[in-house]
């Protein structure tokens, strides 16, 4: 599903003028390296203090979202609630997702919507950046972190939550439904009017780094994998081949009884996910 390889990444471009709350919250748009516009939040901390905790200035979260979501869906909402426990968070829509533009490729180009929220978060002040993944969302910010591994535009800690290992799975009832939503013409006009998510109508070509290819070559960034022993999109032998793949090199979390991406994702992970980030991160 794309033009040409996603892999060179630029700053982002932000439009002049924010929309702002009272609680400092901003929302703008963001242009990505290949001219898509995003539409991004930025949460600040919930607290500055919880009573047992300083929470530390210069940590921001980055959330990436799974297929179908988008910034001002209740559960993406939620844990962008919950992060903001322990640090502001940047959330974004992906392309053809919501409020922003273009079509989605699925955890193609998405890494490049995920490059420009990052240098976002940096521009903002943010000197350390955990990115945080869900489905999805897992893949791109495996790549992402892959990709610029040792850069600027790197992360300084990596959370992917239900995200698959390889891609083309249709293990599952569930991942034959979102092909059919993908592959098919009459699949993608459920999705854009179904789950108001626009899909690309091209293979990718080249076909992407994997994300047990990308998981690798994020050492020695701290990285997290997460997924629930009930996932039903993804069964416990994606997590268990992305940790292998990692050589040691990344912790891996089975939840038990836990299912799929930010659905399944109760407070009580998310904390734990915070606390990680939080000591991990510099």
Known sequence: MSIGPAGHVARSI?????????????????CTDDGVSIDSVYDPAAVVYDGSRSLSRDLVFVMAHGFT???DRPHVRRVVTALTGYAPVVSFSFRGHGRSAGRTTVGDREVLDLAAAVAWARDLGHTRVVTVGFSMGGSVVLRHA??????????????????????????????????????????????????????HHRDWDPVPLSPAEAVPKIAPTPLLIVHGDSDGYFPVDHPRMLADAAGGAAELWLEPGMGHAEHAADDRLLARIGDWAASRAG
């Not at 924010?18 to 400092?24: D, H, P």
């Not at 850069?151 to 034959?176: K, L």
């Open 69 to 71: 979501g988008d910034v």
């Open 146 to 199: 892959a990709l610029n591994a040792g850069s600027d535009a790197g992360v300084d800690a990596v959370v992917s939550v239900s995200s698959p290992a390889r891609w083309y799975y249709r293990g599952t009832a569930p991942m034959r439904r979102l092909h059919w939503l993908v592959t098919r013409p009459e699949g993608r006009l459920v999705g854009r009017y179904g789950f108001h998510t626009r899909i």
């Open 14 to 30: 932000v439009r002049p003028t924010y929309e702002t709350s009272r609680n400092g919250s901003m929302r703008t748009f963001l």
